[in-house]
């Protein structure tokens, strides 16, 4: 079982640059996320998808946009990458946003130059 | 505006005594909190969910508490080990359809 899955690992860019952001889970859930991480900033959500078909902003989606390509994948995509997205992704998803314990991935490492 | 406070100083404790870490609130009145622990290099993992009719939960050598009143959580582990060290979450959410907030988290270092 296999949860949720996320690639690139790892991932170096240069500005103006684009490139997605995969994540695909494998328990069925309805709800998927995607936050980012920096040092002292905690997890900041950047959008999410609470069921397949629809997709929402979070707090901070500027720069960003997301296809829930069907109910396993839900993608990020950076258009024109800036070095302020310097950052760890991680993916996560639950079974609803009612019942919202979130699995995550293992993360996307991130550096633009 | 809405904050949510963990020590972003790490807590270093000798194994065997209980840790406690803390996440205080505020502009929130959450409808439940969580805790999740993170290891270097991976994603956060669930651990505990405390809705806020209640005051206290327990799973094994973890014990949260949930003070509406305070506006906080403590999070306790018990019989501490080194594999306990790692960075704990809390997270926040308004009621039972909303998005999760996160906490900085709190770095705990379990010393032999």
């Known amino acids: 079982n296999a949860g949720v899955t996320q690639t690139p690992k790892f991932q170096v860019l240069k500005t103006g640059q684009s490139m997605t952001l995969q994540c695909a889970q494998d328990?069925?859930?309805?709800?998927m996320y995607w936050y980012r991480q920096d040092p002292g900033m905690g997890l900041r959500l950047i959008y999410y998808?609470?069921?397949?078909?629809?997709?929402d902003k979070g707090e901070v989606p500027n720069g960003y946009n997301v296809s829930r390509l069907n109910k396993r994948e839900f993608s990020l995509r950076l258009e024109s990458a800036a070095p302020s997205q310097t950052s760890v992704y991680f993916c996560a998803s639950s079974e609803s946003q009612a019942k919202n314990i979130q699995y995550f991935g293992a993360g996307t490492r991130l550096s633009v130059l | 505006s809405q904050k949510i406070e963990q020590n972003s100083e790490a807590l270093n404790i000798q194994e065997g005594k209980t840790a406690t870490l803390t996440c205080n609130y505020t502009?929130?009145?959450?409808?439940?909190l969580q805790w999740y622990r993170q290891d270097p290099g991976r994603g956060p993992v669930f651990l505990l969910l405390i809705r806020e009719n209640e005051k206290e939960k327990r799973k094994e050598r973890l014990k949260v508490t949930f003070d509406t009143t305070l506006k906080q959580s403590l999070f306790h582990i018990t019989a501490s080990q080194p594999a306990d060290s790692a960075t704990y979450l809390c997270?926040?959410?308004?009621?039972?359809?909303?998005?999760?907030?996160f906490g900085g988290g709190t770095r705990l270092m379990v010393k032999p």
């Open positions: 998808s609470a069921s397949e078909g629809t997709t």
């Open positions: 328990m069925n859930h309805n709800s």
């Open positions: 502009n929130y009145s959450p409808a439940y």
């Open positions: 997270a926040l959410a308004h009621n039972a359809g909303n998005m999760l907030t």
